[in-house]
């Protein structure tokens, strides 16, 4: 199997685990020095712990099943280092009752250590609307 393949396939199960709200396989592949932008609260979380707390934090506003998909992954490697790129879509009924409907931006980066590929960044960005300051979450890929 190439580079590519093991990654996309490493992105896809990921996609799986969080579908099924399966933390400890959604963070299998992390570096424990994981640099992590995300499209709330900080600037970045550093290290596989922050990034835990971000996604059981996520996955709890989600009392029922929702959908969760990584669409148009793109992946690009070599022999140590790789790279994937996508548009991610959830829609569910949050805690409170109110149904969210939201796509991102998001670029996984990789590094090979002793065979295995391990998540050592991750950016999720959302584009935004320059005169009303308002995040564009609605977007069709």
Aim: proline share 1%; aromatic share 8%.
């Amino acid at each position: 199997m190439s580079n590519q393949e093991q990654i996309e396939q490493l992105i896809r199960g990921q996609e799986q685990a969080v579908q099924q709200k399966n933390i400890d396989g959604a963070m299998a592949h992390y570096a424990t020095d994981v640099v992590s932008f995300d499209v709330v609260d900080t600037l970045q979380k550093e290290g596989i712990l922050a990034c835990r707390e971000r996604l059981e934090s996520w996955l709890s506003q989600f009392p029922e099943t929702f959908s969760y998909a990584i669409e148009k992954l793109s992946v690009v490697a070599n022999d140590e280092l790789g790279f994937g790129y996508s548009f991610n879509h959830v829609k569910g009924l949050l805690a409170n009752g109110d149904e969210i409907d939201m796509r991102w931006r998001s670029t996984v980066c990789l590094r090979k250590q002793s065979g295995q590929w391990l998540i050592t960044h991750e950016h999720s960005s959302v584009p935004f609307d320059a005169q009303s300051g308002q995040a564009l979450i609605k977007l069709e890929a």
